[in-house]
């Protein structure tokens, strides 16, 4: 039982350049979370999912895009990165709206 | 979500008891307190959380005081690998479509040799 998983551990990318952040888990959970954590800021929520077939926007949501491919995964994508993107992204996965584990995290540096 | 209230930071020996705070004034009755602790370059790990009653699990007690306006998380024999940022968290289990969870500052808890 690994819980919650991401790939890469770490990128680093250029202004404009795509890329897809990917997040598995393997606890049967209905939600899942992408959060970024910057320094200072605390880790604030950019997408959600409360279940199979369904996500929302969380408190910045902009350049970002989500997939919920399936109930084991949820990706994030960056259709054109920023340097106001590099941060450390967390993916997180809960039963309904009870505790939320998380992974441990990808890395992403903007130039 | 109610606001939570914890000092900036913390320290204990190597195997005493951490007793870390926290203030949450404004909790209302449905909402449970959380912890959450966040080590170095590592995703923030679940530790425990209540409504009303103390609660133990195999990381750490949680202490809720009666009228619930705050809330104490032991760890009883600390270790240096429990350095690390402590997040407290009130959360309502009933919360809409945004189950967000809002992360303050916490409380760095250094344990020392």
């Known amino acids: 039982n690994a819980g919650v998983t991401q790939t890469p551990k770490f990128q680093v990318l250029k202004t404009g350049q795509s890329m897809t952040l990917q997040c598995a888990q393997d606890?049967?959970?209905?939600?899942m979370y992408w959060y970024r954590q910057d320094p200072g800021m605390g880790l604030r929520l950019i997408y959600y999912?409360?279940?199979?077939?369904?996500?929302d926007k969380g408190e910045v949501p902009n350049g970002y895009n989500v997939s919920r491919l399936n109930k084991r995964e949820f990706s994030l994508r960056l259709e054109s990165a920023a340097p106001s993107q590099t941060s450390v992204y967390f993916c997180?996965?809960?039963?309904?709206?009870?505790?939320?584990?998380f992974g441990p995290g990808t890395r992403l540096l903007v130039l | 979500d109610a606001k939570t209230t914890q000092p900036p930071s913390m320290d204990c020996a190597e195997g005493r008891a951490a007793n870390l705070p926290c203030n949450h004034s404004?909790?209302?009755?449905?909402?449970?307190v959380y912890w959450y602790r966040q080590i170095h370059s590592q995703g923030p790990q679940y530790i425990i959380h209540?409504?009303?009653n103390n609660e133990t699990n195999e990381m750490a007690s949680l202490i809720i005081t009666e009228d619930r306006k705050s809330s104490t998380l032991i760890l009883p024999h600390a270790t240096l690998r429990d350095t690390a940022v402590y997040y407290c968290?009130?959360?309502?289990?009933?919360?809409?479509?945004?189950?967000?969870?809002?992360f303050g500052k916490g409380i760095t808890l250094s344990v020392r040799p």
């Open positions: 997180a996965s809960s039963v309904a709206k009870e505790t939320q584990y």
């Open positions: 968290i009130v959360r309502s289990p009933y919360t809409g479509a945004n189950s967000k969870l809002t």
């Open positions: 999912s409360a279940s199979e077939g369904t996500t």
């Open positions: 209540g409504l009303k």
């Open positions: 606890m049967n959970h209905n939600s």
């Open positions: 404004t909790i209302s009755g449905n909402e449970y």
